[in-house]
C-alpha cells in the first residue's frame, strides 16, 4: 500500500510529517487531506495571531506534490 505524507505550511512555517499514512490510492489520500483541513481549519486559525493562511500539502512517498488544501 503506497504511503501519503501531509505537511502543513504557512507563509513562514513548514511542518513535515515525518511518518506518513499508507493509504490504498491517492483519491483516498485527496480525501483524507480534505478532512484533516476541515478539522484543523478551527484550531489553527485561532492560534494565528497574524491571519496567516495555512495549507495542508500531500505528497506521495516518492516526494511528489499531488494535493494541496488551504485551510
Do not use: N
Not at 20 to 43: F, I, N, Q, S
Request: hydrophobic share 45%; proline share 3%.
Amino acid at each position: 500500500m503506497p504511503r501519503y505524507f501531509f505537511h502543513l505550511r504557512s507563509k513562514g512555517q513548514f511542518i513535515w510529517d515525518q511518518e506518513g499514512v499508507d493509504l490504498p490510492d491517492a483519491m483516498t489520500a485527496l480525501g483524507a487531506a480534505d478532512k484533516a483541513a476541515a478539522e484543523l481549519r478551527g484550531g489553527l486559525l485561532h492560534e494565528s495571531k497574524h491571519g496567516c493562511c495555512w495549507t495542508v500539502a500531500v505528497a506521495s512517498e516518492g516526494d511528489q506534490l499531488i494535493h494541496v488544501t488551504a485551510l
